[in-house]
């Protein structure tokens, strides 16, 4: 049938070779193959079939020393039939067993004669796809097991991503995404593209390395057409390559269409390529490794520069392809382009955060060379030359591309060419997520940068600003300032900064007079731009002294204004002002000409050190304050508060009331005098005297609680005085007159008013009846004539709160009170029993007399004895003086204490 040619490539075109891809990997047994780049029907002699000697794969084959580069091409019969004639293409090779070169089995296809005219020009100066003629050849196809059979091309053709005027195809985009089911792959798929020159071989080398169909340049027309191929953006899928991987054929740069002036294109189309791809392939030549513009260096400068602004950077594989490689080793040539893609790297300005990051963490770097692959004539019709005997087999490209190829399959895995990229986005959002990075490239206005004259300008204004910058770290003034400030503040340092600046810059408009205006303009302020940013610390450092020193001045002038007795809020005011007043009058003579540094932070900060300050000797005197008048309340009430419970009786709590109140309000006005100099808010200051009030009642709780803990202890000793005491305090002897029952009841009454006075607090004069209470309950309970009212009384004790008495003022409960009256009355039952004993031990030692009876009988039966004393007067002297000696001897033998202690 007739050719259908596919709409960027015309049924003339020659027929491609790579590897064995006229295979199509269809069984080696087809005898017809259709090409998806030129759809021509192509007759192939099967390796099964045929009367052409076949190449064998199992063994290798000697042939003899080639005559010629074509000598392994030859007798290549070329023709195209029309309409239904059958194109019949017959390959063979003639071996010869003399042949002294080995023929590895990887070989997998043969030519065998060649009969016309053949372009196989896969240059990187020109790549050729002529459109004028078709040929026909015959190929032997590789085996059917092959394992490393190439696949069949994609189906799909090319489609443009964005036009030459930079719009965004999204109709055309979103058809392609369809057609080869990228929204099924998820993330399992790979972005390549190629950047490099005009008319470089980028399209010839993506076609045959992916087998895609881009529009290739007639190299017969040459590169001096006025059109070129590939304008703008396209995009393909790759045949045969797992996973899913999209291409894409960028415009060549450096291209006369577009001029010296219009490379903004070129810039957005690299830095797309970059934002958007896993793996930038750099088609350059051999010989411009080392050149400026032909190996892409400022493009890839400024993409570089842009995309670390624009977008997060990512993890993207550079693969510079170096094509029509020479005899220089590629171990030598692979150093150099490493060094100038890293040299690239550090002169870029980076964000902050991406300051020390290594290229190594955003870009692999690889280096791939391919030689020479044209092999047909100079001329268009002319006879082929035979090349020289020491030249290559052009087979050996073929292979090249082939190996190259191979490295693209599973790329995305770990351990492949984009193994380690990040940021991945899915293949459902690759349309949206495209079209956004082209728009917000495209208003970039940064990218649209000048032309040649302009870039020397921005290159020798660059170098003439590093060297003023390296100058200035280097000048020995700013070393010696900076070393100053170190140390401490520096006297006229505005002054002399400016100076050294001042004359670094105008070293630099000397040297950069002649260069652009505009470039130099920008150069000098970003030169000023980094001196700035370098002097900066300093004189951050030196705001730091002076703000350190203003405040060290304040503190002092602030503790010597209240050492002095001055008020502590006019006196914080007045320092805080002085203080301020200084830092400013340094920041004056601190401050630059070239920069207008705002010191207003500094300054901020000094204000907050200042109110920090006041406010922390605010606390410290306000605490000083509250503690000197509670002390003076702890001092006025403990020990009085105390003595007054400890004689605990009806006037007790009103004592104590009156006593708080007085010394309450003399702590307080005290206190508030004392307040008035702080300028305090009246909430805070009434909060304050309040607070004082409370501390002070406080103050009498907590010793109502003490003595209410030791109640038992103080009705014992209640008791004790009482009993053991006459009105008088008199100690008691007990004679044995004494009505030891009534004083017993009297010290016990009086030990239980003790308890009730200290059985609940009575601040507020709140009348209660607990004395009564605990009269009824206690003291009179047995009586005989009240037992009923007794049983009645002693159960209103057994409860936890009296009546009428809030539970927070209660110090000790109803039953508290019963038991404590329980074991007052058992140890107290001692000292009555031993006083009951004393008395009647007493009337015993009292009673020596005889009894009345003996006296009687003395009387009765000593009656004459007595008489005869009466009439003889001489015996009653005697008698007398008996007396006198007996009673001188009872006296001073104390005979009735010894009678008392029963001597006798």
């Known amino acids: 049938g007739s050719n259908s040619a596919s709409p960027h490539t015309p049924s003339t075109a020659p027929v491609r070779l790579f590897g064995v891809d006229l295979t199509l990997n269809q069984p080696s047994c087809s005898t017809v193959h259709r090409s998806c780049l030129t759809n021509v029907n192509l007759s192939f002699s099967p390796n099964c079939t045929g009367s052409k000697t076949p190449l064998s794969h199992n063994r290798k084959r000697r042939r003899k020393p080639p005559r010629s580069v074509l000598d392994d091409i030859t007798n290549i019969s070329h023709s195209l039939s029309n309409g239904n004639e059958e194109t019949t293409t017959n390959i063979h090779r003639d071996i010869n067993q ?37 040929d026909n050849v015959e190929v032997y196809a590789a085996p059917a097991n092959d394992p490393y059979r190439p696949p069949p091309f994609y189906a799909a053709c090319s489609t443009q991503l964005i036009d030459g005027d930079g719009t965004f195809n999204v109709t055309g985009v979103d058809h392609f995404i369809k057609e080869v089911k990228l929204e099924e792959c998820g993330l399992s798929y790979a972005v390549v593209s190629i950047m490099g020159p005009q008319s470089s071989g980028k399209s010839t080398l993506l076609n045959h390395l992916f087998g895609t169909n881009f529009r290739e340049m007639d190299a017969f027309r040459g590169r001096h057409v006025l059109l070129f191929t590939t304008k703008g953006i396209w995009i393909a899928r790759c045949a045969g390559i797992e996973p899913c991987t999209v291409v894409m054929d960028l415009e060549g740069t450096d291209g006369r269409e577009r001029g010296e002036d219009d490379t903004a294109f070129e810039k957005q189309s690299a830095l797309f390529a970059l934002a958007v791809s896993d793996i930038v392939l750099i088609n350059m030549w051999c010989h411009d490794i080392g050149r400026e513009q032909a190996a892409n260096k400022p493009l890839l400068k400024t993409v570089f520069q842009v995309m670390m602004r624009l977008f997060s950077p990512r993890k993207t594989t550079l693969m510079f392809v170096i094509r029509d490689k020479t005899r220089t080793p590629l171990e030598n040539l692979e150093p150099v382009l490493r060094e100038d893609i890293q040299k690239i790297w550090d002169s870029v300005p980076k964000p902050q955060a991406h300051k020390e990051i290594p290229l190594s963490d955003f870009f692999n770097v690889e280096v791939v060379a391919i030689g020479k692959f044209r092999t047909s004539a100079e001329g268009r019709h002319s006879e082929v030359p035979k090349p020289q005997a020491h030249k290559e087999t052009p087979l050996s490209d073929f292979f090249n591309v082939y190996n190259l190829r191979q490295r693209f399959f599973q790329s995305v895995a770990p351990g492949g060419l984009a193994g380690d990229r990040r940021g991945v986005v899915p293949a459902n959002a690759f349309a949206f997520s495209a079209k956004q990075m082209w728009q917000v490239i495209k208003e970039n206005k940064d990218l649209d940068l000048p032309a040649h004259k302009v870039m020397v300008a921005t290159v020798r204004c660059e170098e003439i600003a590093n060297e003023k910058f390296a100058s200035f770290i280097a000048n020995e003034n700013w070393r010696e300032l900076e070393e100053a400030v170190q140390s401490g503040p520096v006297s006229g340092f505005g002054k002399k900064l400016s100076s050294i600046l001042q004359s670094c810059l105008s070293e630099y408009d000397t040297e950069a007079t002649y260069f652009e205006e505009g470039v130099r303009s920008s150069k000098k302020q970003q030169l000023q731009e980094k001196l700035l940013q370098l002097v900066q610390p300093t004189f951050q450092d030196l705001l730091g002294h002076l703000r350190s020193g203003a405040l060290e001045t304040f503190k002092d002038a602030f503790e010597k204004a209240l050492n002095a007795g001055e008020a502590f809020s006019s006196s914080a005011d007045s320092c805080a002002q002085s203080c301020i007043s200084k830092f400013d009058k340094g920041c004056e003579k601190a401050v630059i000409e070239q920069a207008k540094w705002d010191t207003s932070k500094t300054r901020e900060k000094l204000q907050r050190d200042i109110e920090a300050h006041i406010s922390s000797v605010r606390t410290e005197k306000l605490s000083e304050l509250t503690t000197l008048y509670q002390s003076k309340l702890n001092v006025a009430l403990s020990g009085p508060v105390e003595a007054l419970l400890d004689g605990a009786n009806d006037e007790t709590w009103p004592a104590i009331r009156k006593l708080l109140k007085r010394e309450a309000e003399l702590a307080v006005y005290g206190l508030s005098d004392a307040l008035s100099g702080f300028d305090m808010d009246k909430e805070t200051r009434n909060k304050m005297l309040t607070d004082l009030e409370n501390y002070a009642r406080g103050i009498v709780e907590t010793k109502a609680k003490e003595e209410a803990g030791r109640a ?14 006459d009105s008088d305090s008199m100690p008691r002897v007990w004679t044995g007159k004494e009505d030891i029952r009534e004083i017993t009841k009297m010290a016990r009454s009086a030990s239980l008013k003790l308890l009730s006075v200290m059985a609940v607090i009575r601040l507020d004069d709140e009348l209660d009846n607990i004395e009564k209470t605990l009269t009824l309950a206690l003291v009179n309970s047995t009586s005989n004539n009240s037992t009923n009212k007794s049983i009645s009384t002693i159960d209103s004790l057994a409860s936890s709160t009296w009546e009428q008495v809030a539970p927070e003022k209660t110090l000790i409960t109803p039953v508290q009170c019963k038991s404590l009256w329980r074991q007052f009355k058992n140890e107290t039952e001692y000292t009555v029993t031993q006083a009951i004993s004393a008395q009647e031990a007493n009337r015993r030692n009292n009673n020596w007399l005889p009894p009345p009876w003996a006296m009687l009988a003395l009387v009765v039966l000593g009656f004459n004895e007595f008489m005869t004393l009466l009439r003889n007067p001489l015996w009653l002297l005697v008698l007398f003086v008996g007396y006198l000696v007996s009673k001188a001897l009872w006296v001073q033998l104390n005979i009735s204490e010894e009678f008392r202690n029963g001597a006798v």
């Open 98 to 134: 003399e042949d002294d070169e080995l023929l590895d089995d990887d070989f997998v296809g043969g030519i065998s004669h060649y009969e016309g005219e053949l372009d196989f020009d896969f240059s990187s100066q020109e790549s050729t796809d002529s459109e004028h003629e078709a």
């Open 712 to 725: 038992l202890m103080r009705m014992k000793d209640r008791f004790a005085t009482i009993f053991s005491h």
